[in-house]
């Protein structure tokens, strides 16, 4: 069982901000290379944002400029800032190990998710 759960999603309009959060249960959070991934109706989930144990940071580009990935390792939570919103960040958001890392640290990250595991996610739906 993936040991994330995401929240903070909703329905805003464009140009509204939203905050999403991702709680970890499992203390492995602070040792993790974390990312943000997103599935658009009808379309394969992306990888957006990635975040290092430590707080380096990578964007897609076409979300660079709007989105804010953070971390806090104490809380074993992550953050994804969302703003000036677009009707084309609809889509149900996820959070889980950064699948860009070497597959030893997937392996050792196995319960945040990611591999083909995934939490239950949180829709975000931006209407114009």
């Known amino acids: 069982q993936v040991q994330v759960r995401e929240s903070g999603g909703g329905s805003v309009q464009t140009g509204g901000s939203l905050k999403l959060s991702c709680v970890a249960y499992?203390?492995?959070?602070?040792?993790?290379?974390m990312g943000w991934y997103r599935q658009p109706p009808g379309l394969e989930r992306e990888l957006i944002s990635t975040?290092?144990?430590?707080?380096?940071?990578s964007y897609a580009e076409h979300v660079k400029g709007r989105f804010i990935i953070s971390r806090d390792n104490i809380k074993n939570t992550m953050y994804l800032q969302i703003n000036n919103l677009k009707t084309e960040d609809t889509a149900t958001y996820y959070c889980?190990?950064?699948?860009?890392?070497?597959?030893?640290?997937?392996?050792?990250?196995?319960?945040?998710?990611?591999?083909?595991?995934w939490g239950q996610g949180t829709q975000v739906t931006v209407s114009s």
């Open positions: 975040i290092s144990p430590i707080g380096a940071t």
């Open positions: 889980a190990t950064d699948r860009t890392v070497p597959l030893r640290t997937r392996q050792y990250c196995a319960a945040l998710g990611g591999n083909g595991y």
């Open positions: 499992n203390d492995v959070f602070s040792d993790c290379p």
